[in-house]
């Protein structure tokens, strides 16, 4: 490819895209013209007014409602079990960490953290970079049944995957994937295309088509231009489908209750049933292992949230 194809990102390529308003990693960001509306208007208006009381309130409750049980878990594996007895709803007095290491130094809690790692990054992985593939496809070319397929996807979020356990298990059962993590990581990445798909097809779609005109002038392949241009101005949708692919494979349980049967495979939610199933007199140890089986998901939910609100926004506006 001559020097002229090589560069072409950094000519009008990349210019026409941000006088579009869109950057490198901003997907559907706002244009120079949205950044002035900002500024006429965003200084000198009337100050917002407080919306009614009954809002907040049910606002408040709400997630009163959502924090109150994690708040008690936490809690609950700093006290011990004459403290839980005594007072259910109390707070530790004294706080007791006992509980949290000794569930840190077990080899077992540390084996099922790893493999739900192993599990919950392939998922996301495979999600994310068949779940592109099928998007460009859908979005940028026209085919026969290309209406067909984009609604067979839509529609695979009808179906969730407790529907299918029982025919699913047969056919991993015959594949001879049973009790192995590949027979819970192949099936997810299956379950988790549909939504990858419905976000990802709008971000795909507003790409303006000048930019891949401009792209197959300066002798840009259509392969090249999946990976210099779509990748980058997707990432947002990308993005925020690889956090709900890795917090939903983390979190899924069922699929692993089918599949796997010995405790050296076992993914934490089984885990957690596990070993609330072994330590069910010692209420303030199962506490502290469910609380620190949760604790990943949690922070890496927190940690992306504003991406995951961004991503399904640029997603409505595609």
């Not at 609950?76 to 569930?103: K, W």
Request: proline letters at 6%; charged letters at 10%; hydrophobic letters at 50%.
């Amino acid at each position: 490819m001559s020097a002229r194809t090589d560069t072409w990102s950094s000519s009008g390529v990349r210019e026409k895209a941000t006088r579009r308003g869109w950057g490198p990693g901003g997907g559907l960001g706002l244009g120079r013209g949205a950044g002035r509306g900002r500024g006429a208007g965003g200084g000198h208006g009337k100050p917002e007014k407080w919306g009614s009381p009954v809002v907040y309130f049910v606002a408040l409750l709400f997630i009163a409602v959502c924090v109150a049980p994690v708040l008690y878990m936490v809690l609950g594996g700093f006290r011990t079990n004459a403290q839980i007895t005594t007072s259910p709803a109390g707070l530790p007095h004294p706080f007791v960490t006992s509980n949290y290491t000794d569930v840190l130094k077990s080899n077992r809690f540390w084996g099922e953290f790893a493999n739900s790692v192993i599990v919950a990054l392939a998922s996301t992985v495979g999600i994310v970079i068949l779940g592109l593939m099928v998007s460009f496809v859908i979005a940028r070319y026209d085919f026969k049944f290309k209406g067909a397929m984009y609604s067979l996807f839509a529609a695979g979020l009808m179906f969730p995957l407790v529907i299918a356990i029982t025919p699913l298990y047969i056919v991993i059962k015959d594949l001879g994937l049973i009790d192995s993590l590949v027979g819970v990581i192949i099936p997810q990445i299956a379950f988790g295309l549909p939504t990858t798909v419905i976000i990802l097809v709008p971000f795909l779609r507003a790409i303006p088509k000048e930019i891949e005109e401009a792209a197959t002038i300066d002798g840009t392949s259509r392969l090249g231009f999946f990976f210099r241009m779509v990748m980058p101005l997707s990432l947002p949708g990308v993005v925020t489908v690889g956090i709900l692919a890795f917090i939903g494979s983390w979190n899924n349980y069922v699929l692993p209750l089918y599949i796997l049967n010995s405790d050296a495979n076992f993914t934490l939610p089984l885990g957690v049933q596990a070993f609330s199933s072994q330590y069910s007199q010692d209420t303030a140890k199962v506490l502290a292992f469910t609380s620190l089986a949760m604790l990943p998901a949690l922070v890496f939910f927190s940690i992306f949230q504003k991406r995951i609100v961004g991503g399904l926004t640029g997603a409505v506006k595609g």
